[in-house]
């Protein structure tokens, strides 16, 4: 217990003096995270836009609660479709307040999640990216906000349409993701980039 404090405080101590964030699981070649930021920005800024234009038109044409419908039998598909247009990677997105249990993070994006939490809970901002090196793979997280368009679905289900609350609540009876403001930290997109696609690109 005392030693855990005496760590903790060191670990503190070098945390603040350097400050520094570690933004990786590994030191890397600075050339390397510039490879695996542009994939992985480029990966989530198609999926993002993806999403949103499906959203928007959704909620044009089919109103609050018809567009749940979307995002529950959309999200996955198109992420997916996404992910096979660019080939080779996989594309997830994932929090720990999760609404479907198949978005819910794995031991790695758990890890990942924290850090996010951990460093806006430390310097009042949520960092831009995350990057980890696990078994031939990198994986990049961008981390996601939520804006006024997300609370329809993801806010305080007081102020939301009742309809929409009783949607969700068929779908997802064990939902977490609710009760948010705006500007919170709701979660990442996850790319996962194997190493061999790094490699050929770094020569
Ligand atoms: C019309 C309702 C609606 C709106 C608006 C909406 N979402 Fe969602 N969101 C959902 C549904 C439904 C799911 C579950 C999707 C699934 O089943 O894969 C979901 C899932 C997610 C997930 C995946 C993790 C999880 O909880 O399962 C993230 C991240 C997310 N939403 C972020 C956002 C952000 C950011 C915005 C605003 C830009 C937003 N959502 C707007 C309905 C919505």
Known sequence: MKRAGIFGLITGI?????????????????KRVKLIKDFGEDASKMILKELKKELKTA?????????IDVCSKKALEITQEVAEEIGDIEIKRTSF??????NRPDRYETEAL??????????GKIPPYYIQKINGEYRYYKPLKVQGVCLTCHGD????????VEK???LYPEDKATGYKLGDFRGVIRVTIPEDVIKKSCL
């Open 14 to 30: 070098l945390f603040f003096s350097c400050g520094q964030i570690q933004y990786a699981n590994i030191d890397m070649p600075p």
């Open 114 to 123: 924290s850090f996010f939490e951990k460093t806006l809970r430390e310097t």
């Open 157 to 164: 289900p007081k102020s939301m349409d009742p309809r929409v």
């Open 59 to 67: 909620l044009k044409t089919k109103g609050s609660v018809g567009a």
């Open 97 to 102: 307040k999760y609404r479907n249990p198949k």
């Open 168 to 170: 969700l609540r068929q």
